[in-house]
């Protein structure tokens, strides 16, 4: 069995990415790393210390700062800042709001990218995000990219969200993920594009077990090796 397997599944937001990654993880027993999560983290602490996102001296000095550790319980992941669970926090709409332009920072995308491919060089892993197939890992054995229509997107995603956001409408959370588009696909640093040799799974219409079971079809011949 090949046991340095790179799965990579880039995609819009609210396309089901992390779902899906989490899934194939259980299944084939992969490491799933949440490369989404990762900004949110960093997201998160540039909002609680008031990091002021053009200036790149105190950019650089709050990456000093910031620690991000994974770990698994119950089939589940969970990230820690600086040693404290943020998994549920990093979900809320403030976070959301601003991840996208903290995402877009040279200097952001550097540190990650280098912490992405730490984990990534001798263990078979899952991870997903917007560039993990053109710019983490140009070479990873398996790149998805998933979409979906743009409703159906904002509907899931509300539907995440009411249980712990109840006054949230429809609409705001369409304008968020429009926004956020915009944003991932225009940035100068990292945009969101797909890689030309990644397989298109647009899931609008498919289960999460469909889903399962198509990307699997991609990723086995390459663990029989």
């Given amino acids: 069995m090949n046991n340095n397997i790179v799965v990579a599944i880039d995609g819009y937001s609210s396309c089901g990415k992390s779902t899906l990654a989490k899934a194939l993880a259980k299944e084939l027993h992969f490491i799933y790393v949440?490369?989404?999560?990762?900004?949110?983290a960093v997201t998160l602490y540039f909002l609680r210390h008031n990091i002021d996102l053009e200036d790149h001296a105190q950019i650089a000095d709050a990456l000093h700062n910031i620690?991000?550790?994974?770990?698994?319980?119950?089939?589940?992941?969970?990230?820690?800042?600086?040693?404290?669970?943020?998994?549920?926090?990093?979900r809320q709409m403030h976070v959301a709001d601003k991840v996208s332009s903290v995402a877009a920072i040279k200097e952001v995308r550097a540190a990650m990218v280098r912490q992405q491919q730490r984990l990534g060089r001798s263990k078979n892993i899952i991870m997903d995000g917007r560039d993990i197939g053109t710019v983490v890992f140009p070479d990873a054995q398996v790149k998805l990219f998933m979409t979906a229509d743009p409703k159906i997107r904002a509907e899931r995603r509300y539907?995440?969200?009411?249980?712990?956001?109840?006054?949230?409408?429809?609409?705001?959370?369409?304008?968020?993920?429009?926004h956020r588009d915009y944003q991932d696909t225009t940035r100068e640093e990292s945009p969101l594009t797909r890689a030309e040799d990644a397989i298109i799974l647009d899931n609008t219409d498919l289960s999460q077990d469909e889903q399962l079971m198509f990307a699997i079809s991609h990723i086995e011949p390459f663990i029989a090796e």
Avoid: C, W
């Fill in 34 to 40: 949440d490369s989404g999560a990762m900004y949110r």
């Fill in 67 to 90: 620690h991000l550790n994974f770990h698994t319980q119950n089939h589940k992941t969970f990230i820690t800042l600086n040693e404290e669970d943020v998994s549920e926090e990093i």
């Fill in 159 to 178: 539907k995440e969200l009411l249980p712990t956001n109840p006054n949230i409408t429809l609409e705001e959370v369409f304008d968020n993920l429009a």
